[in-house]
């Protein structure tokens, strides 16, 4: 089981900047990431991807992105942040923290993880 605490979310205007964040944890386990991803969904739609971006740094985005957002992570801290610029009113909605890993306790056994964080909302105001 892995423990994924999201935070960043907020008001902004239009034009403006937000930086979410999201550590994972797991109690007494030894996990390894393969890959974290930042998703959102807007009332009423389908959830879509934002950015996602493995262990050794390949990132992709949403093509609705067009280059407003940067993803990164930080190893030692167990950690992935997206960074949004110019932000849109279309870019209001929840945003969720998506882990994609292995479970290393038993090293002959890993198992694989997968889990969602809770949901930050971004409202955008225009």
């Known amino acids: 089981q892995v423990h994924l605490v999201e935070s960043g979310g907020g008001s902004v205007r239009a034009g403006g900047s937000l930086t979410l964040s999201c550590q994972y944890s797991?109690?007494?386990?030894?996990?390894?990431?393969?890959?974290m991803a930042w998703h959102r969904q807007a009332p009423g739609k389908q959830r879509q991807l934002v950015a996602s971006?493995?262990?050794?740094?390949?990132?992709d985005y949403g093509d609705f992105t067009m280059g407003r957002f940067a993803i990164s992570r930080d190893g030692a801290r167990n950690s992935m942040s997206l960074e949004m610029n110019n932000l849109k009113s279309d870019d209001t909605a929840q945003y969720y923290c998506y882990f994609d890993g292995v479970d290393l306790t038993d090293w002959d056994r890993p198992k694989p993880v997968k889990s969602w964080g809770q949901g930050t909302q971004v409202t955008v105001l225009a």
């Open positions: 797991s109690s007494g386990r030894r996990l390894q990431m393969n890959s």
């Open positions: 971006i493995t262990n050794s740094g390949r990132a």
